[in-house]
């Protein structure tokens, strides 16, 4: 039977180990890698922007010796209301997996209902698995664990906070999330929660103990209507000089990117010396070809 990743919670603890493990024995290797997915194909159908997700699958099937197929969804027939049922059978005649950045959740579980291939969700306004496991790829290579740690959540409770959230109701990992009010993830998003996972409204309550220091853009992809009022009320959220030292020593800050300096986060701690968004930016493809691999080469 396929396995699809449509959100972190499809995996089990076990899974996610692997996933990381696999990814940093991948990187290890860099382009000495065997040619696993040789004749196979990856599509990609994207309706949002992606510089990182796009690039690290491309490549990733690449390396692996396999193709890819990039379709700009507006260019489908699926923008002339061909139904999801009709492309998903249709694409798994063709694809051996299928990698979709949409903003309907609906939808890219819709697709893997129909599809007889595996589905990967590369973002949707609900998650963004694929980010998280391959932050937690780089927090593991930086601090040793995805257990016992503390993570901090600063800004806005959106589809990455909620990928973030599902990872620590896995891993067991301490996570604090500061948003204002309005911002705050979605109660469906918490449910089921246990004690290591809090929401607060205040920045430097989060930051305080913790060894990594998260946050993401203000303004997702799809809300640029609401731009001005974010900017205003996400105020006082910033990752500037002053919250980081209000963390541990050893703190690591991390951003998915792409950032706006300035706003969520200053240019000064983006470049800084704790920063490590460029080795997050990094491990996307790493960690994209270990899962490439599971999904289309393990059955369950
Ligand atoms: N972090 C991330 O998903 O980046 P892109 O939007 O560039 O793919
Ligand atoms: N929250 C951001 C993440 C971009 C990778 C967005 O959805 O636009």
Not at 21 to 46: D, P
Not at 109 to 126: C, G, K, Q, T, Y
Not at 138 to 143: D, I, Y
Not at 254 to 278: N, Q
Request: charged share 25%; proline share 3%; with cysteine.
């Amino acid at each position: 039977m396929k396995k699809d990743l449509l959100s972190i919670s499809d995996l089990s603890k076990e899974e996610i180990i692997a996933l990381i493990n696999r990814a940093i024995e991948i990187k290890s290797k860099g382009r000495n890698i065997k040619r696993s997915l040789e004749g196979y194909t990856l599509g990609l159908i994207f309706e949002k922007a992606s510089t990182r997700t796009r690039v690290s699958f491309e490549v990733a099937m690449f390396r692996l010796g396999g193709q890819t197929i990039f379709l700009n969804r507006a260019d489908t027939q699926l923008s002339r209301d061909e139904n999801i049922h009709d492309t998903a059978k249709v694409l798994s005649r063709y694809l051996d997996a299928v990698a979709i950045r949409t903003y309907s959740q609906k939808l890219i579980e819709d697709m893997a209902r129909f599809a007889d291939i595996p589905v990967i969700n590369a973002l949707s306004d609900l998650c963004h698995p694929c980010q998280v496991l391959s932050d937690l790829m780089t927090v593991k290579e930086k601090k040793g664990t995805v257990e016992k740690i503390r993570i901090a959540w600063i800004g806005d409770g959106n589809n990455v906070a909620n990928s973030w959230i599902h990872a620590a109701r896995i891993l067991g990992f301490e996570l604090v999330i500061a948003s204002p009010p309005g911002y705050k993830p979605l109660p469906e998003a918490l449910e089921g929660s246990g004690d290591n996972i809090k929401v607060v409204d205040d920045p430097y309550e989060a930051v305080k103990g913790s060894s990594v220091i998260n946050t993401d853009v203000w303004v997702s992809m799809g809300q640029e209507k609401e731009r001005a009022k974010r900017v205003s009320d996400f105020k006082g959220y910033q990752l500037d000089a002053s919250l980081i030292a209000a963390a541990n020593k050893d703190v690591v800050v991390m951003h998915c990117l792409p950032a706006h300096r300035g706003e969520e986060i200053t240019g000064e701690v983006l470049d800084g010396s704790k920063s490590i968004v460029f080795d997050q930016a990094e491990n996307k493809l790493h960690l994209h070809q270990a899962l490439l691999e599971k999904l289309i080469l393990t059955t369950l």
